[in-house]
């Protein structure tokens, strides 16, 4: 079993920043791909961005491209996303996800998951 908790969340003019990080503890999660999802009010829960579980390979959404950064830190079991250039389309309740399935197709589906944290709230006010 994998327990993910997402900090970071917040309030935030647009423009500005913010970073998430997502912890992990029980198995370690360095042979996990890491995601993390978005879900709006009244829209689904859709991908953002993801990263290979060295860390090496990454992928982003196109909303998120250039503004949006994964990285990871094994040896403290933690992936953070930093956040620039913030929208208020970016307002949503973002999800970290880890993965065992590596596969790049995968990992940007929903069900491409095997675990998933509680989430935390971004709201980017105009």
């Known amino acids: 079993q994998v327990q993910l908790v997402e900090a970071g969340g917040g309030l935030v003019q647009a423009g500005g920043s913010l970073r998430l990080s997502c912890a992990a503890s029980?198995?370690?999660?360095?042979?996990?791909?890491m995601g993390w999802f978005r879900q709006a009010p009244g829209k689904e829960r859709e991908f953002v961005a993801a990263?290979?579980?060295?860390?090496?390979?990454?992928y982003y959404a196109d909303s998120v491209k250039g503004r949006f950064t994964i990285s990871r830190d094994n040896a403290k079991n933690t992936v953070y996303l930093q956040m620039n250039s913030l929208k208020p389309e970016d307002t949503a309740v973002y999800y970290c996800?880890?993965?065992?399935?590596?596969?790049?197709?995968?990992?940007?589906?929903?069900?491409?998951?095997?675990?998933w944290g509680q989430g935390t709230q971004v709201t980017v006010s105009s």
């Open positions: 029980g198995r370690t999660v360095n042979s996990y791909a």
């Open positions: 996800a880890a993965a065992f399935d590596v596969r790049p197709y995968r990992l940007v589906l929903n069900e491409g998951y095997d675990y």
């Open positions: 990263i290979s579980f060295s860390g090496s390979n990454t």
